[in-house]
């Protein structure tokens, strides 16, 4: 025994088949055929919005003839407001927009009053949090950071790093890198977790500016990947292969006992304190466009 509403909207008196009265007839009663929720039928899953019947039956239900029946049949599929799946016994009838018509609006609407205040609240609760994150994040980005980008996924602008690395490395051994794979990218990110921003781009100048990186030390030339590996990074970073450091040192304005004690070897707080204040002049760099670099 069939039970319960089906929707009727008043915009259907503006249908293209309104006036075909055979037609409209035969797409009302559908509607009030079709199930609401699914059930089995002989073997077969009858979903909701679809029927299970025959042109004989339709007819006689609707008072149709059979041919009458098949055509508009016909004229609703075409038009695609109904799909039809035939066997030698019958035919699996689906209403395409059902969900449209028979949207349980009611319902919602007074599930979504009885959670309103409570997810009100969680919600609001959970836009502070959120704001009080991008806050942090924002008061932790060092000076080398470029606005944030929309996608919360994209820590970094790969392709801007890519063409700062090949930029550096013109005419030098150390090759340039084509592709910014997956592995490429997750070496940027776990060193740019692990040592900040800024040693990015101080590692990229210190391997083009070593001649031991670039084969002057033997047959040896290294590369992107060997440099962004967790180890090398740091020793690049401290300038372990920077064998004109003093050099180097003076172009950039630093003493060139900033990294090398008097006595010729470098102590772990030398080391420290001169990779700092690289990172600091060129951050003062960084503010020259030609020499941007935005790791995000």
Sequence with gaps: ???????????????????DIAVAHLFRHLILCANYTASNWQGITVSRGQLVSSRQKLAYETGLTEKVVRRCLKVLEKTGEIQLQHTNKYTLITICKYSEYQSDESAVGQQRAINGPAEGRQES???????????????????????????????IDYGTIMAFFNQEMAGKSIPPIKMMTRKRQGMLNARVKEHGKGAVKVVIKNAADSSWLNGGGGKFVANFDWLFRPANFIKVLEGNYNREINSYNRNNGIPNNSISSNSGRRSP??????AARIIASLEREALQPQEEIPVV
């Excluded at 707080?269 to 001169?274: A, K, L, P, R, V």
């Design 1 to 19: 025994m069939m039970e319960g509403y089906v929707r009727l909207y008043r915009k259907i008196i503006l249908w293209q088949w309104y006036r």
């Design 125 to 155: 609760i959970n836009k502070k949090r959120k704001k009080s994150k991008n806050v942090e994040s924002s008061l932790c980005s060092d000076s080398m950071s470029a606005p944030k980008p929309t996608n919360p996924n994209e820590g």
């Design 269 to 274: 707080e030398d080391i420290y304190c001169g």
